[in-house]
Nanobody, 124 residues
Framework: QVQLVESGGGLVQSGDSLRLSCAAS????????MGWFRQAPGKEREFVGG????????TYASAVKGRFTISGDNAKNTVYLQMNSLKPEDTAVYFC?????????????????WGQGTQVTVSS
């Protein structure tokens, strides 16, 4: 079992930066591919980006590529989502997820464990 807890969300203005954290407990998170997803009101959950096991590679959705960066800290069992140049359309609840076979890819069905989410609101 893996427990995931997101933090770092909040209300920011357009153009600001925010860093989300996802703390994992239960098992060493480096054994899992980690993903970040988001869901805006009235919209389906969408893939934001992911990092493969042991941080070998990262993948990003086109909407965030060049603005968001995913990294991991094995010592802290934590994965981060650094979000720069935020836009109002980035407003959503952000979730992190872990999956043994996910490879950090965008298919939500590959993830076995999910956090409770953290709200990010970007005002214009």
């Amino acid at each position: 079992q893996v427990q995931l807890v997101e933090s770092g969300g909040g209300l920011v203005q357009s153009g600001d930066s925010l860093r989300l954290s996802c703390a994992a407990s239960g098992r060493t998170f480096s054994n899992y591919g980690m993903g970040w997803f988001r869901q805006a009101p009235g919209k389906e959950r969408e893939f934001v980006g992911g990092i493969s096991q042991y941080g070998v590679s990262t993948t990003y959705a086109s909407a965030v590529k060049g603005r968001f960066t995913i990294s991991g800290d094995n010592a802290k069992n934590t994965v981060y989502l650094q979000m720069n140049s935020l836009k109002p359309e980035d407003t959503a609840v952000y979730f992190c997820a872990a999956g043994s076979y996910s490879g950090g890819r965008g298919n939500a069905n590959l993830y076995d464990y999910w956090g409770q989410g953290t709200q990010v609101t970007v005002s214009s």
